[in-house]
């Protein structure tokens, strides 16, 4: 039974640039939430997909944007590339209604 | 504002102690909460749901109070492997819901 996965596991960027990030949800999750760490802090909430549809978004500027595919598999797309944008991302999964998310490996980007 | 409060630590223990790491919530309308262990440069790891008056999972014990707004964790008889950060996770009720995070506490455990 997989558990949730990331691609690519690195990536370096430079400032202007613009990123996609994927995650496949572990098997039997529908909903996939996306979160950005930086280093020494806690994750921070990006967004949740759900049914294809952006369900909730934290505080994050609308150069995130992402998306959602009909086998569940999402994508975080980051426009604009600057400096702090620099963090590890994380994708989680869960079903439905349930709040037990369970994360991915993560994508660890940084912009030069 | 939710928010989540952690103290950062370092924690050093001695192997075989007991620890307790204790956090406070802001958002009095958060239903869920959980306890993730992360270790160095990986991802978060559920180590356990706490959902009414707690939790007991082995050497592990999550406790709630709602009335205080915190939530605490304890181990009992620490191991090697007990090394990492542990973050408190809170999230409103319904599962439409990204979790907010502390920024987690630094657990060492000395041989």
């Known amino acids: 039974d997989a558990g949730v996965t990331q691609s690519p596991t690195h990536l370096i960027k430079t400032r202007g640039q613009q990123v996609t990030l994927r995650c496949s949800p572990k098997?039997?999750?529908?909903?996939v939430s996306w979160y950005q760490q930086a280093l020494g802090q806690g994750p921070q909430f990006i967004f949740q997909y759900y049914e294809e549809e952006e369900r909730q978004r934290g505080n994050f500027p609308d150069r995130f944007s992402g998306h959602q595919f009909p086998n569940y598999s999402s994508e975080l797309n980051v426009n604009a590339l600057w400096l702090g944008d620099s963090a590890l991302y994380l994708c989680?999964?869960?079903?439905?209604?349930?709040?037990?998310?369970?994360f991915g490996p993560g994508t660890r980007l940084t912009v030069l | 504002r939710k928010e989540v409060e952690q103290d950062p630590g370092p924690f050093n223990v001695p192997e075989g102690a007991t620890v307790a790491f204790n956090c406070t919530y802001s958002?009095?309308?958060?239903?869920?909460f959980f306890w993730y262990r992360q270790d160095c440069r990986k991802e978060p790891k559920l180590l356990m749901s706490v959902y009414s008056s707690g939790n007991e999972d082995g050497r592990f014990t999550a406790q709630l109070n709602r009335a205080s707004q915190y939530i605490s964790l304890l181990i009992r008889d620490s191991k090697l492997s007990d090394s990492a950060t542990y973050l408190c996770?809170?999230?409103?009720?319904?599962?439409?819901?990204?979790?907010?995070f502390g920024k987690g506490t630094h657990l060492i455990i000395q041989p």
């Open positions: 098997s039997g999750h529908d909903t």
């Open positions: 989680a999964s869960s079903f439905g209604g349930l709040n037990e998310q369970f």
């Open positions: 958002n009095s309308a958060s239903q869920s």
């Open positions: 996770v809170g999230a409103d009720g319904g599962g439409a819901d990204g979790l907010t």
